[in-house]
């Protein structure tokens, strides 16, 4: 299977593939890693006319400690993430979730930055995303702005990045000691989640989020309210559901996702020790 | 678009579409037929080559994507059959395969794991080789290969076709 043809154009500085994305607006599509994109490509459910690849900026390739969250560079690769000791130890949910991401080929590839911004609910970091509260980090022609995790999310492989805008920056709040769990539920190692969960808690912080349980990465707000009502995790995972729309496919019946949501919230909640 | 890549050892220049994928840039433009096609969908790891240093799928990645960068195929692992690398030699003393068709992909992914964690367990090598299917040995071999070529246990001498030493 072969792309449909388009032009190729590479950046050396994210300010040149805002001026490329400026240039040719909605025709264009970033290439980071590919692991989203090219796949679509060879199916020819996109085809854009201009690919800006963006891989190569390293400068957007870190992980830092920067007080009290860890600021990732967008071109991070899951394989970055997944062997950091400093996600380890502050975010550690973050860590292990991107170790489960695909298999170890497409994690030596594909970004952080490329995943979020393709806004797959069938993906596992945009739950952690939302999970762990973090804050995105985009710039455009008229400069940088941070858009907050559940402000991130649209609709079906939508987000609220402007067409001329770069995925710079991904912030995740340390969590410390808090309890977490990532529950990932598949029939292959390496196949999407059929439903997935990314759950942190403590005293202070509740987040839990949903793979795959409607057409954007989801909050189970549901189950956070009853947390903080004093549910216990049996209790609060029968709101695992409220506020989902999943899906029927080849993998698994809505009837059945709504199951598995409810197992793998209860799963996740006592794996974080609540 | 010109491309250079370092293929094996070797600089190679070539005008190439830029749709075009790195598998077919090795196997038509480059005539390296090791690496195989498989699902074609990033699934099942049997075009996995090493992309400086790193396993990967290489009908997911645009040749343009490796423009500057080492590749290493299955062809560039061994210089002759009579000089396997440890891995190739693991897999056909503990009889890692059957039809074949996987080999070359699941050797460079188990390579590239070596690489990254030299002393695994048996479930670190299971995992390691996720994005590798194989239809026919239900991975037990493979697993074994793996594991004898990271502890060192691969005899020098080759074993023949019918299974004997020769």
Redesign the interface.
């Known amino acids: 299977?072969?792309?449909?043809?388009?032009?190729?154009q590479?950046a050396d500085s994210a300010d040149e593939a805002i001026a490329l994305l400026t240039e040719h607006g909605d025709e264009a599509k970033l290439?980071a890693g590919?692991?989203s994109l090219?796949?679509l490509m060879?199916l020819r459910l996109a085809a854009p006319s201009v690919?800006i690849?963006v891989?190569r900026l390293d400068d957007l390739r870190y992980v830092r400690d920067a007080g009290d969250h860890v600021a990732i560079g967008a071109l991070s690769r899951h394989?970055d993430l997944e062997t950091s000791e400093l996600l380890a130890a502050e975010v550690p949910l973050l860590a292990h979730a991107a170790g489960e991401v695909?298999?170890?080929?497409?994690r030596?590839?594909g970004t952080i930055g490329g995943s979020l911004a393709h806004a797959d609910p069938a993906s596992d970091l945009p739950a952690v995303l939302l999970a762990l509260g973090g804050t995105l980090v985009a710039k455009g022609p008229a400069g940088e702005r941070t858009i907050a995790a559940t402000d991130f999310y649209e609709g079906f492989l939508e987000s609220t990045l402007e067409p001329d805008e770069l995925l710079t920056e991904i912030r995740f709040p340390k969590t410390g000691a808090a309890g977490w769990s990532f529950q990932k539920f598949n029939r292959?190692?390496?196949d999407w989640a059929i439903v997935g969960v990314a759950a942190v808690v403590s005293d202070t912080v509740t987040g839990v989020g949903l793979v795959n349980m409607g057409s954007t990465p989801l909050l189970a707000s549901g189950v956070a309210e009853a947390l903080a009502e004093g549910a216990d995790a049996a209790a609060a995972a029968e709101r695992a559901t409220e506020g989902t729309e999943p899906q029927s496919d080849i993998n698994a019946s809505v009837e059945y996702r709504e199951h598995l949501a409810r197992v793998l919230v209860r799963r996740a909640l006592v794996e974080a020790g609540r | 678009m010109q491309i250079t890549v370092n293929v094996n050892g070797e600089q190679r220049t070539h005008d190439v579409e830029p749709r075009t994928l790195l598998v077919y840039f090795v196997r038509e433009h480059l005539g390296l037929t090791g690496t195989n096609v498989g699902c074609d969908t990033s699934s099942c790891g049997a075009c996995t080559l090493h992309v400086d240093g790193e396993s990967v799928k290489s009908c997911t990645m645009l040749a343009v994507q490796a423009d500057g960068c080492t590749v290493t195929t299955i062809e560039g692992l061994a210089p002759s059959v009579d000089d396997m690398h440890p891995m190739q030699k693991a897999f056909q003393q503990e009889h890692g395969l059957q039809c074949g068709y996987c080999t070359p992909g699941m050797v460079m992914a188990a390579v590239s794991l070596l690489d990254e964690n030299p002393d695994p367990t048996e479930r670190e090598v299971r995992l390691g080789l996720e994005g590798n299917l194989c239809r026919c040995t239900g991975y037990h071999n493979i697993v074994k290969a793996v594991l004898a070529c990271a502890r060192g246990e691969v005899g020098e001498t080759p074993v023949s076709v019918s299974g004997a030493a020769s």
């Open positions: 299977m072969i792309p449909a043809a388009f032009d190729y590479r290439l590919g692991h090219l796949p060879k690919l690849d891989g394989r695909g298999d170890p080929q497409v030596h590839r292959r190692a390496q």
